[in-house]
């Protein structure tokens, strides 16, 4: 089964992605982390595709279902009205979340509630929050810069993330 970016989650579903906002590709697609982004996310979680898109094992939830458009340096910011419209309601249909990956800079102030920390440092604060939510960067080609300034991000944060799903999923 495939998830669309309206795609009921499963009932037993026990890990959420906490996205941004689709990209272009992916707005066009209709399919979630159909792209480098999520071939990247994938491998850093130790999934395949049809474990990734199977709705019983993983919710997909962006902060916004649409493509907000592009600015100067990457994506515009998911447009602020949309999160407030629906994730309270969609978040409250999944009572059996054991972790809950929390991508880029928009989901982590929405679900850790501090804006004013950057994205490194919540990443670098990882085991304050685990093992039931983890600070990620954006999966993005974009950010191969932050991942070759951050070489503990790799060695100290993703092993233990792919042995968490590797269990949850059983």
Known sequence: MTHSLGTLVGALTACLIAGQAPGR???????????????????????????FYDPEKFALLPMGFCFPGSGKSGDLPPLPECAPAWREQLLAQLPNLEITLVIGHYDQAYHLGNAKVTVSQLVRSWKDY?????????????????????????????????QRVAEILG
């Open 25 to 51: 590709k992916v707005h066009e697609s209709k399919i979630p982390f159909d792209d480098p982004s999520g071939d990247r996310l994938r491998d850093w979680m130790g999934v395949t595709k049809d474990q």
């Open 130 to 162: 685990w093992p039931k939510v983890l600070p990620l960067p954006h999966p993005s080609p974009g950010h191969n810069i932050w991942l070759r300034k951050n070489p503990w991000f790799e060695t100290e944060v993703l092993s233990p993330l792919k």
